[in-house]
C-alpha cells in the first residue's frame, strides 16, 4: 500500500489523499478531457509524484487495477508502455473517500481484531488460572457425591 499523503485544498477544507487517490484525482482534473486520452507512468511522473521513479508509478497504478479494475480502462500498444485511461466511475470513488478510506477502513477492521485478539488471550489466561480451582471443587463434588451416595446405600441395606 501506498503510505505518501498529500493534502489537497484550500482553507479549512482539507483531503488526505494517497498516491493511488493523487493518480487517480490528476487523471480527472483536466476539466475538458478528451476521452482518448491516456496516461503512461511516464506521463503522470512528469505531473505529480515527482520524487518517485517510473517503475514506482506503473507499480501504483497496477496495485489501482488490481484493487479496483472497474476504475481504469487499460491502452495497450505494441512497442510503447502500457497506458490508462480513467472511467466514469473514478469521481464518485474519489469522493467517497477513495483508496484513503479503503486503507482507514482496513486498519481500522485490523485494529478491531487486534483488540479481540487480546481480549481473547486475557480471558483464556484467566480461564487456566482458574482452572485448578474448578478442578479441586470438581474432585471435592465427586468425594461428596460418592460418600452420600455410599451413606444411602448402607441405609438401604440396613433396613
Known sequence: MSHSLYVVGCCSTFKIMTDKDLILK?????PIRNPDTYYT???LHTVILKEKNRD???FLIRQIIKEKPELLKIEKNIGLPFAVSPTGLVESFLKNG???KIEFDFKEKEEIESR?????LELAERML???PKTKWFARIGFF?????GLKELVEWIMQ
Open 56 to 58: 514506482e508509478i506503473e
Open 26 to 30: 490528476t487523471m480527472i482534473s483536466i
Open 116 to 120: 479481540k485478539s487480546k481480549v481473547d
Open 41 to 43: 507512468p511516464d506521463s
Open 98 to 100: 477513495g483508496f484513503e
Open 144 to 148: 461428596i457425591a460418592v460418600v452420600l
Open 129 to 131: 488460572k482458574e482452572y
